[in-house]
């Protein structure tokens, strides 16, 4: 209706053309005029967080502003992808693990495990970042169950030292450096993990180790690992290592604090901890690890 009125149709013509009123032509122009308002305000709330995290998913968003009260969640993602809001996939590999020599090597102790509390499962990798013609390396470990990332540095190497002040993070953060053998600590087999020194440490923390054996028997790290790189990490010039782990605390805050994950209902890991804490056991949500053949 509106492209014949721009076409020169007066408007009695248009009503006896399509067999309306033209009270009911007016309200559907309001109708539209409301929907394109409508559809504005929530590009706007696309763009302020894209401002902030240019690869936040319009779902997270959606969730993060609690737009349900505007519209149905389908409706936000068909209409924002149609204006060219949809994420394009990423794709990259790099070698970070080296495996070779038989000291310290364990089983995988996770897979098949029903989790259904924090500090059960920690699950931890090394990834690679470069820019500006510099290659980083990040370490990190994550809570498998609320998905809190624990432990987040960058380095210049893979050095072991690296691993261990890695996990000094997780104890800090748990304020805690006892586990009486409750807490799994899953990584690949990188002699970074399978070091004397961090043996010891997992020994003094009564952790006990397990070791992937293949990048798929560590798939939440990996997973994590991209995030890092290519949804939060793409928004910035890192320039020194210094600048880089400056970054990364930020980027751990805005991860466990900030932007809400659909495994945990939409909740941000830090909430769904807190909420975890407050039920019973028995009433917490199972969260299964994978089993891969």
């Given amino acids: ?29 309001s109708k539209q005029d409301a929907k394109e308002q409508l559809y504005q305000e929530a590009e706007q709330f696309v763009i ?27 409706q936000f993602e068909q209409q924002m992808s149609a204006l060219g809001y949809a994420l394009k996939p990423y794709r990259s590999r790099f070698k970070t693990t080296d495996s070779r020599g038989q000291y310290y090597k364990f089983n995988n102790l996770i ?6 509390k924090e500090n059960h499962v920690i699950v931890g990798d090394i990834t690679y970042y470069q820019n500006a013609g510099k290659l980083y390396y990040i370490f990190q470990f994550q809570d498998y169950y609320t998905m809190e990332i624990k432990g987040l540095i960058g380095s210049l190497t893979m050095e072991g030292i ?23 600590l899953h990584t690949d087999r990188g002699t970074q993990y399978r070091s004397r020194k961090f043996q010891l440490m997992l ?5 006990r180790p397990s070791h992937a054996g293949n990048c798929f028997e560590n798939g939440l790290s990996e997973r994590t690992n991209g995030i890092l790189k290519n949804e939060y990490l793409t928004d910035y ?14 980027i751990k805050h805005q991860i466990n604090e900030v932007w809400p994950s659909k495994t945990l209902g939409y909740k941000t890991p830090k909430q769904f901890a807190k909420w975890t804490r407050e039920q019973k056991e028995a009433a917490r949500p199972i ?3 994978k089993i891969v053949k």
């Fill in 111 to 116: 897979s098949g495990l029903n989790l259904q």
């Fill in 162 to 184: 690296n691993a261990e002040k890695c996990l000094r993070q997780v104890f800090n953060y748990n304020r805690q450096r006892k586990y009486n053998y409750k807490l799994i």
């Fill in 203 to 207: 020994r003094q923390a009564q952790i």
């Fill in 1 to 29: 209706m509106i492209k014949m009125r721009t076409q020169g149709y007066s408007l009695a013509n248009i009503c006896t053309y399509v067999s309306i009123s033209r009270q009911a032509y007016h309200k559907q122009i």
């Fill in 287 to 289: 969260r299964t690890v």
């Fill in 48 to 74: 302020t967080n894209r401002a902030v995290k240019s690869r936040a998913g319009l779902r997270c968003i959606y969730y993060k502003e609690n737009l349900s009260t505007l519209l149905g969640i389908n």
């Fill in 237 to 250: 010039d890192i320039r020194s290592v210094n600048q880089l782990n400056s970054v990364l605390k930020k």
